[in-house]
């Protein structure tokens, strides 16, 4: 059984001594869009950096909780935006309030009444005055539509004082784009800058396209070279309720290997070209090699939102070492 809220990581525990941590947040697919294009989402945790809106960011103060930042395509223009941990996950503003179950006129509703109350600025309401559609969904509620596994390592005041300073300084303007400018671009790009050269693209397994798989499985490998960072990670089921369930999350080769509707033209195909049939055979295999929903095999399902710091802040759930990268499976 999946853990219904484990979440807050790395920040103020119960003596309310405050770590410093970056998380690559690996969030499986959903939805229409997810069942054809099934690479996940990824997003950027940071435990010691808070928004000062969705467009800037600051130091946190004494027991807030960090910050979501990712990349999203068409959301008023934004390169990336910024929310509040407990609202991006479950779209409201206390842990208190997170429903036990839900459905999809709750989970629109919540979004909604979100939107309005802090997103309005960059997420106005339609030309009647109707909710909007559209990518903006993806900045709240996120855990009803997806389980999420969390990867994480340490950083350090000066990293992320300087991380707030270039984020405020820099443009921040649209430029998503699915190939080479995508959400995973965006998790590698600032992982790398704690961590210079910690997260690259696979130019066998999804042709040289970064992936959210990719970057996790490149973090986990670093962190195992790396023990120092005090790496640890943790699964975060999606909300239980009526929602449809989310799908696992795979690369890019892994997600033409299984899918029925490419197996007879890859078949084909990989006949003829001989690279191709080892691209696609190296992904077959290399797939069961990194597969992040055992983690949650052990989790437990009834720990509470208001206790999730202390929780995850005084057990450390899945060493590095723990996590094989290139041999056992995952499976």
């Known amino acids: 059984m999946f853990l219904k809220m484990a979440v807050i990581l790395g920040i103020a525990a119960a003596t309310g001594v405050a770590r410093a ?5 690996l969030e499986e697919p959903f939805g229409t869009f997810g069942g054809m294009n099934p690479t996940g989402h990824a997003s950027i945790y940071l435990s ?20 979501i930042i990712s990349r999203y395509h068409r959301v008023g223009g934004y390169d990336w935006l910024a929310i509040p941990l407990i609202p991006y996950l479950y779209a409201v503003d206390e842990a208190g309030q997170v429903p036990s179950r839900v459905n999809a006129e709750q989970v629109a509703s919540l979004r909604d009444e979100y939107r309005r109350q802090h997103l309005e600025q960059f997420v106005p309401d339609g030309p009647d005055g109707s909710v909007p559609k559209g990518d903006w969904i993806q900045l709240a509620g996120a855990a009803y539509d997806r389980t999420i596994y969390i990867f994480e390592i340490a950083t350090t005041k000066e990293q992320d ?11 921040n303007k649209n ?3 699915l190939v080479f400018h995508n959400c995973a671009d965006f998790s590698r790009q600032l992982i790398d800058f704690y961590y210079p050269k910690s997260v690259h693209r696979n130019f066998i397994a999804d042709v040289g396209i970064m992936t959210p798989k990719e970057a996790a499985k490149c973090l986990v490998g670093y962190a195992k070279r790396h023990p120092e ?4 990670s943790f699964a975060l089921a999606q909300v239980p309720g009526t929602l449809p369930r989310s799908a696992a999350v795979r690369g890019v080769l892994e997600s033409l290997v299984k899918s029925k509707r490419y197996v007879l033209p890859l078949t084909s195909l990989a006949a003829l070209q001989p690279y191709v049939g080892g691209g696609l055979a190296f992904a077959w295999v290399g797939s069961g090699r990194f597969n992040p929903r055992r983690m949650t095999e052990d989790s437990d399902p009834k720990v509470p939102p208001e206790t999730l710091a202390e929780e995850f802040e005084w057990n450390r759930v899945a ?12 499976r």
């Open 21 to 25: 941590d970056v998380a690559l947040l």
């Open 48 to 67: 010691r950096v808070c928004a000062a809106s969705p467009v800037s960011l600051r130091p946190c103060e004494v027991g807030e909780q960090g910050v």
């Open 161 to 171: 004082d300087e991380l707030v300073r270039l984020f405020n300084t820099r443009p």
């Open 175 to 177: 430029h998503f784009n």
């Open 229 to 232: 960072l005090r790496f640890s």
């Open 319 to 330: 060493p590095a070492a723990d996590i094989p990268v290139d041999g056992a499976d995952l």
